[in-house]
């Protein structure tokens, strides 16, 4: 039982994440988005104009990067539980919050540092793999008993999983690293990086109190590695 669940299943849960058909993904992160807006998210009161000036560096940006615009997808959504904030789904939705993109109006490259970290989740598929692991010993179950056709059904099952516990120290640094590499290779410097964890940090700190109580849905500052440790990191 000891070599299952702490050799067998983690391993499956690896493999489980590269066999996922990608229309499987996609609902799985639909579901999840479905979820989240019902409980956190409003229309966006944004000017259009700046959604499209936001939404036209993100797509320069795939471009460049040779990602594929029918799978990484910006939104922007009102939301007074997340505050100023960002988050990717599985399926490469990135969600912006009218707070962020106001925090962050006159720091363009920090947005689009921003944006270029939560790209980063998509690319390692941190969502996918959280969910897998969550899912892992359900996995086994149906791999033991031979109904594979059930591993797909608890992927969708439990796709909002990865948004109750957020991402691990590792996949934050792993998603800076996507971040600040391609600043870089896009011409802007890390330094944008550090800006805008330092204008979030100082939102955050200011609403505090607010963010306490949304914690359990979506944690993004408490589960990333420390907000200094970062911002120094980017400006070293
Ligand atoms: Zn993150």
Redesign the pocket.
């Known amino acids: 039982m000891w070599l299952v669940l702490y050799k067998a299943v983690p391993a499956i849960a690896v493999y489980s994440v590269d066999t996922l058909p990608r229309n499987v993904v996609e609902q799985m992160g639909e579901q999840s988005f479905t979820l989240i807006k019902k409980i956190a998210l409003d229309p966006s009161e944004l000017p259009a104009e700046q959604q499209a000036k936001v939404q036209a560096h993100f797509k320069n940006m795939l471009n460049k990067l040779s990602l594929d615009q029918s799978v990484y997808r910006l939104s922007f959504y009102k939301s007074d539980s997340f505050g100023a904030n960002a988050f990717a789904l599985p399926h490469g939705r990135i969600v912006v919050t009218d707070d962020l993109a106001n925090l962050l109006a006159d720091k363009p490259n920090a947005l689009k540092a921003v944006l270029l ?1 939560e790209m980063g ?1 998509v690319v390692h598929q941190h969502s996918v793999r959280i969910t897998a692991q969550s899912a892992a010993s359900t996995i086994v179950l149906a791999v033991v008993f031979g109904d594979l056709e059930g591993v797909a059904e608890v992927a969708l099952g439990t796709g909002a999983s990865f948004a109750q516990q957020g ?1 691990s120290r590792d996949m ?1 640094r792993e ?1 800076d690293t996507f971040a600040l590499t391609q600043l870089e290779l896009l011409g802007y410097s890390s330094n944008d990086f550090a800006d805008a964890i330092e204008a979030l940090q100082e939102s955050h700190t200011s609403e505090n109190k607010h963010l306490e109580k949304v914690n359990n849905l979506l944690e993004y500052l408490s589960s ?1 590695p420390s907000a200094q440790e970062r911002i120094d990191n980017a400006r070293k």
């Open positions: 970290h989740h991402f934050e998603a990333h």
